[in-house]
């Protein structure tokens, strides 16, 4: 089975932290994304990244930055934690096969609070 | 450009059948997929339908796929109170890599 594990359930921080949110996927997956879910909103797609160092901006950006280091792990990074970061936030996985992507397999999210 | 709808909520007995429905407007979709988030909880992959495919069954669950009215639907037989969570439905694009996601159906199965 495909393991994508987040570093974190909760965790609360506040304004002005630099927070990090760790992802790591043991399925050896091309992409890796990162959503935030908020109520009314549905999920909303933060960066994803394709490759290692690769990375693409998604529909909400701005705020946050990414690092892939390794194939493995896709670094969610708050530079300056505002209190509309207050979010539940998935990472997700998938494997790249041609021009075709298989499905996401998403961890169980952290829920984090900016105080 | 892309959208996918859902209904907010539906509520069923436990033992009857649900159908959840979805639209979507991007005719090129290549793959559409189900999941399901218990609460406090990610989201679990149900199952995924091809687009050139119209139905897709897996056990309880049940995918159908009109791709006229560009109309996604999932049906669960005999449905369980375990099977109370929210539902998205997503669709992904020609050789895309992002999911655009439905807002999600809340099914309350009562006993």
């Known amino acids: 089975d495909v393991k994508v594990t987040q570093s974190s359930r909760y965790l609360v921080k506040r304004t002005g932290e630099k927070v990090f949110l760790e992802c790591v996927q043991d399925?050896?997956?091309?992409?890796m994304f990162w959503y935030r879910q908020d109520p009314g909103l549905g999920l909303r797609l933060i960066y994803f990244?394709?490759?290692?160092?690769?990375?693409e901006k998604g529909d909400i950006p701005e705020g946050y930055s990414v690092s892939r280091e390794k194939k493995e792990r896709f670094s969610l990074i708050l530079e300056s934690a505002s209190t509309n970061q207050t979010s539940m936030y998935l990472c997700?996985?998938?494997?790249?096969?041609?021009?075709?992507?298989?499905?996401?397999?998403f961890g169980d999210g952290t829920r984090l609070s900016i105080l | 450009g892309e959208d996918v709808e859902q209904s907010l909520f539906l509520s069923v007995r436990e033992g009857d059948s649900s159908v959840i429905n979805c639209t979507y407007t991007?005719?090129?979709?290549?793959?559409l997929y189900w999941y399901k988030q218990e609460p406090g909880a990610g989201l679990q992959l149900l199952t995924y339908?091809?687009?050139?495919?119209d139905m897709k069954q897996d056990q309880r669950l049940t995918v159908l796929l009109n791709k006229k009215d560009k109309h996604l639907s999932l049906r669960i037989a005999d449905t369980q109170t375990g099977d109370s969570a929210i539902y998205f439905c997503a669709e992904i694009l020609n050789a895309g890599n992002m999911l655009t996601f439905g807002g999600g159906t809340r099914l309350m199965v009562k006993p």
């Open positions: 339908i091809f687009s050139n495919m």
């Open positions: 399925m050896d997956h091309e992409n």
């Open positions: 997700a996985s998938s494997y790249q096969r041609g021009v075709y992507n298989q499905p996401q397999h």
């Open positions: 991007d005719s090129s979709s290549t793959y």
């Open positions: 990244s394709y490759d290692v160092k690769m990375k």
